[in-house]
């Protein structure tokens, strides 16, 4: 069965490889998305400190259990923990695969993103070293003036822990002029 590796991957563009491909990069996050058989797409994020710091860089973030194994550690958690924003990162996945199958019935070249917001347990935090397993579905569909605006409900798990869900809205532009 081939895997669909998402943009994260450090790949230029999503493409399909085989189990063992050499073409694969080890060298970093690896998220795997395939279509269930119930209209679900699913994806797994491998989270690493390297992951972890790349999106606290990228966000501005500075809390030392994000940024320090040692200060995390003191605080009784394995590894340095990832922000919780960082469910855009791991769910990310499961919204693309979703988004550009044609099962699935959005115009991925016509589609921008149009909104998102999240819901996480208050008792779990992800973790580097954790594996992120991520569902997504296609919720509600509406239709404003020319475009369709599609939202794409996740959720987010650690084995049986769950960790977060996600709302997306993509906005699809009509086919014709604009």
Known sequence: MAHIVGPSS??????????????????????????????TWVSTFA???????????????????C?????????????VVAPPM??????LGAVNALQHDP??????ARA????????WSPDERVVAG?????????????RRGTLELVEILTSSRIGERWVCDGRWTAAVRSEGPS
């Open 10 to 39: 450090g790949l230029a563009n999503p493409l399909l490889l085989t189990e063992g491909d050499p073409t694969e990069r080890r060298d970093r996050p690896r998220i795997v998305a395939l279509m269930a058989a119930d209209n």
């Open 47 to 65: 989270v690493t400190r390297e992951n972890v710091s790349a999106f606290c860089t990228a966000t501005g973030t500075t809390h030392p259990l």
């Open 67 to 79: 940024r320090d194994p040692a200060a995390a550690r003191a605080a009784g958690f394995p590894d």
């Open 86 to 91: 960082f469910a855009a990162a791991y769910a």
């Open 103 to 108: 099962a699935a019935g959005i115009d991925a």
């Open 112 to 119: 921008v993103h149009g909104a998102q917001s999240f819901r």
């Open 130 to 142: 954790d594996v992120v397993e991520t569902t997504a579905r296609v919720g509600a569909r509406t």
